[in-house]
């Protein structure tokens, strides 16, 4: 039970899991739980974990077949710059390995921003804290497990 999923069962927040076998080959994790789950893109959001200006790690949820938009998280975030955060300080500070980066069960809480377009489903997928697993849950219990806002980041 990954620490994500440990979370989400103390708060009782109603989830589900999917597992899928994961290809060490595939390049996009969250491509392949699309593919691999038969799910629709648009609901499969991926966890990217950036680093401001002012070198503080935040986290941005963004559907997986998009690209964040690094200035609009820049201005949501009220900084000036961002850019994508180092592996490692990923890792260490989330105490995920990439591919399998959850929002949820973090070592260290976030400033976290959620995509505006995970509230125009009932529920989505992200990544359960190792590859080969995504959690099913709202969007609105994402958010407040996280302590998040959402906004338009997508390029």
Same mark, same amino acid.
């Given at each position: ?5 440990? #979370?989400?069962?103390? +708060? ?6 999917? +597992?899928? #076998? ?9 491509? @392949?739980?699309? @593919?691999?789950?038969?799910? %629709?893109?648009? +609901?499969?959001? !991926? ?7 002012? %070198? ?23 900084? !000036? ?9 990923? @890792? ?11 929002? $949820?069960?973090?070592?260290?809480? $976030? ?22 697993? *995504?959690? *099913? $849950?709202?969007? +609105?219990? $994402?958010? @407040? ?11």
């Amino acid at each position: 039970m990954t620490p994500a999923i440990k #979370q989400l069962k103390q +708060q009782k927040i109603s989830f589900k899991t999917h +597992q899928y #076998q994961h290809d060490a080959n595939v390049q996009s994790f969250g491509i @392949e739980a699309v @593919e691999k789950l038969s799910l %629709n893109a648009a +609901q499969v959001f !991926k966890t990217l974990v950036i680093s401001t200006d002012t %070198n503080q790690l935040a986290v941005a949820i963004v559907p997986v077949m998009f690209k964040l938009n690094l200035k609009a998280i820049a201005k949501t975030l009220k900084v !000036k710059k961002v850019k994508m955060a180092d592996a490692n300080r990923v @890792e260490t500070s989330t105490g995920y390995v990439l591919g399998g980066v959850s929002p $949820l069960g973090q070592k260290k809480s $976030l400033t976290t921003v959620i995509d505006n377009s995970a509230q125009h489903f009932s529920h989505i997928f992200v990544s359960g804290g190792k590859r080969g697993l *995504e959690i *099913e $849950l709202a969007p +609105q219990d $994402l958010a @407040e497990m996280c302590r998040a806002t959402f906004a338009g980041i997508l390029v």
